[in-house]
């Protein structure tokens, strides 16, 4: 029977396991922590946004990096089959918020109980506290593994030992040490969907402040456009978070690595309006509260905590009357609100965001197993690799999708 060694009890490492053990391996996961799934548990605050319910090939576009390189591994284990898989084994799922995917009992615990139970039922043995010292390589094959537990031998072992995000659950970048060891590339590792940090000191009197329909547009320093999304933002104390900021800070991150700072985020705050009809919104307002002072007339259509910030930054007095606004200052709100500019200076750190970008250089895996190119019986399998995706479900289903290519084919290559 084939040994095959697992190191890391994340989504991808127990699907792996789970995989390699029914393709007929005898199969060892090791995990540093002392139980498995640590960050999985946490994941979409506790419910675990398991993956995307788009069409299985529009998956791919989820990945604006290195995306091509899963086609294989989603054509072999989509989203569909992901489900099916929960399904089979007594938990469903349900689609929120246009296509997300959460279990229905929405307990990210649930989650990892059903794959530790199927690879338990396969036949894996699971080692907890057990951190990897070293892999071990001879004549360019997987030879086994070294543990303070001792030598394991093994003819393929799968890395799935996740990046760099969310170091206390364990993912504290120990594949990239033993890939690059190994010969591998190792692209820099950076922050993937991640907040992002803002210069202007005025915007920390918005902190807390939620906008559901917002508008935004990322601008390099030289003024080119990085990228553009709608949705949900939102205002803290050292910058901007929320559902399009993590969405966008891919190709913002991406930005700052190559041309360094600042990167100008543009936002529309009344995107349902043009300049024509918020200008005409605005009059009407002024007109229905002519005796008020402006900065107690606009509640109509601003949150309290905006326009403080709206009418400092016009330079209008905010105890005139609203009839005496002029139709040039009129102007000058119609232009922050359609232009509200903040200067992105750099993202949050890596330990902070949701995924890490960057890991081991997909072009020396080879994508249809997750095998080394390099080194026999060398297999990789989620965040380790240089594959991130969007937020709503994408990272996950790619660390399913490459752990059960990984194990499949580590049993059976």
């Not at 760099?164 to 364990?170: H, R, V």
Request: hydrophobic residues 40%.
């Amino acid at each position: 029977m084939k040994r095959v060694a697992i190191i890391g009890g994340g989504p991808a490492g127990m699907m792996a396991a789970g995989q390699a053990a029914l393709n007929g391996a005898e199969v060892l996961l090791l995990e540093k922590k002392d139980r498995i799934g640590r960050k999985l548990s946490i994941t979409g605050h506790g419910r675990c946004n398991l993956t995307s319910a788009v069409e299985p090939d529009l998956l791919i576009k989820g990945f604006p990096g290195n995306g091509r390189f899963l086609c294989s591994a989603f054509s072999e284990f989509s989203n569909r089959d992901l489900r099916e898989f929960f399904h089979a084994r007594g938990l469903g799922t349900k689609v929120e918020a246009g296509t997300r995917v959460f279990p229905v009992s929405d307990r990210a615990d649930d989650v990892v109980r059903v794959l530790l139970e199927n690879a338990q039922k396969a036949g894996v043995k699971i080692m907890l506290s057990t951190p990897v010292l070293e892999i071990l390589i001879r004549d360019k094959r997987v030879a086994g593994l070294k543990t303070a537990r001792g030598v394991f031998e093994a003819q393929a072992l799968v890395v799935a030992t996740g990046g760099l995000s969310y170091p206390g659950t364990g993912s504290t970048g120990d594949g990239y040490g033993w890939a690059r060891a190994a010969g591998h590339r190792i692209i820099e590792p950076r922050p993937g969907l991640v907040p992002l940090l803002v210069q202007e000191e005025w915007s920390r009197a918005l902190q807390g402040l939620s906008l559901d329909k917002v508008r935004a547009a990322a601008y390099s320093a030289t003024g080119q456009r990085i990228c553009e999304d709608g949705g949900e933002l939102l205002f803290t104390h050292y910058g901007l978070s929320g559902p399009i900021v993590l969405a966008m800070s891919h190709a913002i991150g991406a930005g700052l690595f190559k041309n360094g700072p600042p990167v100008k985020l543009v936002l529309d705050l009344e995107p349902e309006y043009d300049d024509k009809r918020l200008d005409e919104l605005i009059q009407r307002v002024l007109q229905d509260h002519s005796r008020k002072m402006l900065k107690n007339a606009l509640g109509d259509f601003l949150p309290p905590k905006l326009i403080p910030v709206i009418i400092g930054l016009s330079g209008i007095d905010a105890d005139q009357e609203c009839h005496q606004v002029k139709r040039s200052e009129r102007r000058e709100l119609v232009k922050l609100l359609k232009n509200f500019t903040l200067t992105v200076t750099g993202l949050r750190p890596i330990a902070e965001a949701i995924v890490t970008a960057g890991g081991v250089d997909v072009k020396q895996v080879n994508p249809g197993t997750m095998e080394s190119k390099l080194v026999k019986g060398l297999f990789f399998a989620g965040e380790v690799l240089d594959v991130d995706g969007l937020t709503g479900g994408y990272n996950l289903q790619a660390a399913f999708s490459t752990g059960y290519v990984a194990g499949k084919n580590a049993a059976l290559g």
